[in-house]
């Protein structure tokens, strides 16, 4: 017997609320292989490593002691602790304990800056193309997402011409994204210095820097953080975690360093929401932390070597051009040329080549024109997708 369900009437605010369209590309490639179907993934911001070994038996231990209860809503205090002493010690600062909420993955230090700080109409200016849950959030929140381009002629840093540009008296957060999702983007110090000195003039403007990618630099890049200029400390919200430095996606778990009295509101948004971290989380969180860092070096090493080869893959196909990051784990490459609209051709690379990856419109409608690849796969899987991807456009062609 079927069962009529009654008419969904969803709140308003739902209508606003964006998606991450890698899950939903990761859907469908999962779809797929049930079916029978061999697809390569090169969709998910996700390191092929495993988590290192020591990380996994200090989180074992901490089963085994007991570390399977509530927590404090802000983080354990041992761990608070331990991300201040890292973010002091990587960021050359001062920073206390009193500053740092431990929250399940990085997401929610975004969601909750947003809802403790934006009013409805308030502007909020984010990267476009950017991680499209900055735009979600804004609107969710009722603010005014205000786009600020990132160029592929700029090499996807951040022009600071372009965010001074949009600020005004009605600005009331600028997000800063380096190294950057999805364009691998690194904003060098001297840019970041000209935005911070015109945020100096708007008081009431908050800055959140998104730094979760900031151990994956190339090339000699050095990661310099909004939370250096003391004039401005008080106004930047660092976001930062486990997941991707560590190959810890799946045990959720992120951070936000800020002005203390703002750090209780968040851990009272905590309160409301997810209660706490899981303990024995953040007692692996602290060995990642302060343990033996050799697995990270080698896992940014096979980065390195799998950035060039991907870049240089599809540099030779036709109509398409692929800048050389500088950060994260993503390429961006142009296929304008190739006359296709990205979401189009997305759609054929998985169902025709059996190639997951995201249409650059995924992230904002500067984003058209542009594929974003991951290479945190294997190199053989790399290459068997680029040989995928080109025969696919020679066919196209």
């Not at 975004?110 to 109409?121: D, H, P, Q, T, V």
């Not at 984003?367 to 997708?385: M, T």
């Amino acid at each position: 017997m079927t069962q009529t369900l009654s008419p969904l009437h969803l709140a308003e605010r739902m209508a606003r609320l964006g998606t991450e369209t890698a899950f939903e590309v990761l859907a469908q490639a999962k779809q797929l292989e049930a079916e029978g179907r061999d697809i390569l993934h090169l969709e998910i911001g996700e390191p092929d490593f495993d988590t290192p070994a020591n990380v996994v038996e200090a989180a074992v231990k901490a089963l085994r002691d007991g570390y399977t209860h509530y927590g404090p809503a802000a983080g354990l205090p041992q761990a608070r602790e331990v991300v201040a002493d890292y973010v002091a010690r990587t960021r050359d600062i001062r920073c206390g304990a009193d500053e740092v909420v431990i929250v399940p993955g990085g997401k929610p230090i975004m969601f909750y800056a947003m809802l403790a700080l934006i009013n409805a109409g308030d502007e909020v200016i984010y990267p476009n193309p950017g991680f499209p849950i900055y735009e979600s959030m804004i609107r969710f929140v009722g603010g005014n997402a205000v786009s600020c381009p990132i160029r592929e002629q700029n090499a996807f840093a951040l022009d600071p011409d372009d965010v001074i540009s949009r600020l005004n008296q009605n600005t009331r957060l600028v997000i800063l994204n380096s190294p950057a999702n999805p364009t691998g983007g690194v904003t060098e110090r001297a840019d970041l210095e000209r935005i911070l000195a015109a945020l100096k003039e708007f008081p009431n403007v908050w800055i959140l820097s998104d730094e979760i990618y900031h151990r994956m630099l190339y090339d000699g890049c050095e990661h310099y953080s909004p939370l250096c200029d003391a004039e401005l400390r008080d106004r930047v919200i660092l976001l930062d975690g486990w997941s991707k430095t560590y190959a810890m996606t799946g045990w959720r778990m992120g951070y936000g360093v800020m002005r203390p009295d703002l750090a209780a509101q968040i851990a009272k948004l905590m309160v409301n929401s997810n209660s706490c971290t899981a303990s024995f989380s953040q007692i692996a969180g602290m060995e990642a932390l302060t343990g033996d860092q050799s697995a990270v070096d080698t896992m940014l090493v096979e980065f390195d070597r799998r950035r060039h080869i991907i870049v240089d893959l599809l540099n030779q196909m036709p109509g398409v051009r692929c800048h050389l990051p500088k950060g994260a784990f993503y390429v961006m490459p142009s296929i304008a040329e190739t006359g296709w609209k990205a979401k189009e051709l997305q759609e054929k690379l998985l169902h025709e080549a059996g190639v997951a990856c995201l249409a650059g419109t995924a992230f904002g409608a500067e984003g058209e024109g542009f594929l974003r690849f991951s290479y945190a796969a294997s190199v053989e899987i790399i290459e068997s997708a680029m040989a995928r991807v080109r025969n696919l456009l020679e066919q196209l062609a």
